[in-house]
């Protein structure tokens, strides 16, 4: 069975600060998928990444970065320099590379993160 | 539109009422899901289509049933709504060997 673990339930920041949030992921498959979604309070799920099992390249896409460990099963996001319009809640998600299976996703319970102003 | 739809957005009904949730997508992606989302759980998987004609379940799928009789579309039953059942429901697709998904904009049902 797989599993997501956002250990944070909520963060809350002042604007320009920069923001990290933890994923811990088990699976039992060696070829995979992590995702990041962001949800802000209009409440569409808004993909941000994906990366895969086998590419442990970080990776900085303007204010965003990730950083992808195999050895301790983990995929943090980073927000830099944060703005209010970054608050909204953050899901970590998980599939196998089974394509009989589709992509079946295991999200994380999510971070909510608050940047105030 | 293009893209992915779900309807009704909002929904409220009674204990024990059969519930259908709609889903459609105009991009003939052969997998579809549907997720809900409840505090504190993220989302979990209902369940997921490979094709019209094939679906499974996922991860809670008791209390729904779900068709898939034309690509297209994808709807969700409640046979029995409970309030159990209150949630945000999510509709998503990919397409063969594209692992990125796409999410509708949700459908909010309350069950009183």
């Known amino acids: ?117 | 539109d293009a893209g992915i739809t779900q309807s009704p957005r909002y929904k409220i009904t009674e204990t024990g009422r059969q519930v259908t949730l709609m889903c459609h997508q105009t991009w003939s992606h052969s997998y579809m899901f549907w997720y809900r989302q409840d505090l504190g759980h993220g989302l979990r998987l209902i369940y997921y289509s490979a094709a019209a004609d094939i679906t499974d379940k996922g991860e809670v799928p008791d209390g729904y049933v779900v068709s898939r009789s034309k690509t297209e579309n994808f709807p969700l039953t409640l046979e029995s709504a409970t309030r159990s059942q209150t949630s945000v429901y999510f509709c998503a697709s990919n397409d063969r060997g594209n692992y990125e998904q796409y999410f509708g904009p949700g459908t909010r049902l309350t069950v009183t």
């Open chain 1, 1 to 117: 069975a797989q599993k997501v673990t956002q250990a944070q339930t909520e963060i809350s920041v002042v604007e320009k600060e920069d923001v990290t949030l933890d994923c811990v992921y088990e699976t039992r498959d060696t070829t995979y998928y992590l995702f990041w979604y962001k949800q802000p309070p209009s409440g569409e799920l808004v993909f941000l990444i994906r990366r895969n099992s086998f590419d442990e390249q970080n990776e900085i896409s303007g204010r965003y970065s990730w950083n992808f460990q195999k050895s301790t099963s983990s995929f943090n996001f980073t927000i830099t320099a944060s703005q209010v319009v970054d608050s909204a809640v953050y899901f970590c998600a998980l599939s196998a590379k089974r394509e009989t299976a589709g992509n079946k996703l295991t999200f994380g319970g999510g971070t909510r993160v608050l940047v105030k102003p």
